[in-house]
């Protein structure tokens, strides 16, 4: 009998294959942003109870399934991911609307956006974060990033609940500044509320959201500044994360299936 509410041998992680998985993930999307946590859809969305945005016909689309599930209400899971080369081709990242990315772009080492990550309740668990690590570490091998980037949230807007750990981010995991993304000046927020000494780090850093903590565990660092979305009603930091801080764990097990190598690209360690 499995300790999880579901099969975990009937867990897939792959890339969507059609326009209707794409549509699934947006419906699953809208499930967990807009129903679970409360942001706000225009008019389009609350009619096709999907999120949508201008981003979702270039970018890849990681999906996860439970193939123990009817066909339609399989996708459980999805990531979105945008590669340097199209994103370039579209004109912008979607962070560059809240952040000054330009360091990254600067650096050197080819990009992956990061975004819209979502799992169903029922599925945050362990073994479905790890099969979305190690798709993601499969796709960064076969597109050769360099370094991952992307926004991610803590819930709500309130600065006040949210001041310790902005401020634990802030002093200790602030990215180097050769690569250190800087929130817009419109929608900045100084991050350095509380001073260092008077942080718990290991009582904050429970605190935080799960993604998060997942992110910071893999080495990740985080841009100056925070940037308010009330749309989605949560409180951004940019995220940044050479892949060659992929634990080991990802590198072998795409190592052993592939015979490929992870790149490595000095130019991206922070």
Known sequence: MSLFPYDPENIEIRLSINDGEVRAAQALRYTVFYDEY???????????????DEYDAIADHLVVVDKGLPKSN???GTYRLLRQSVA???GRFYTSDEYDIQPLINSGTTLLELGRS????????????????????????????GMMFGCASLHGTDVNALSEQLSYLYHFHLADKNVRPKAIPERFLDMNIHPKESLDAKRVFVSLPPLIKGYIRLGAS??????????FNTTDVCIVMPTANITQKYLKHYERITNKVMPTD???AL
């Open 38 to 52: 409360g942001a706000q859809p225009n008019e389009e969305m609350l009619r096709e109870k999907r999120d949508i």
């Open 74 to 76: 399989q996708i459980i």
């Open 88 to 90: 370039q081709k579209h």
């Open 118 to 145: 979502c799992v169903l309740p029922a599925y945050r668990t362990r073994p479905v974060l790890q099969k979305m690590w190690e798709g993601i570490a499969h796709y960064v091998a076969d597109h050769d990033i």
């Open 222 to 231: 985080i841009g100056d500044g925070a940037v308010i979305d009330k749309q």
């Open 266 to 268: 000095q130019k991206a």
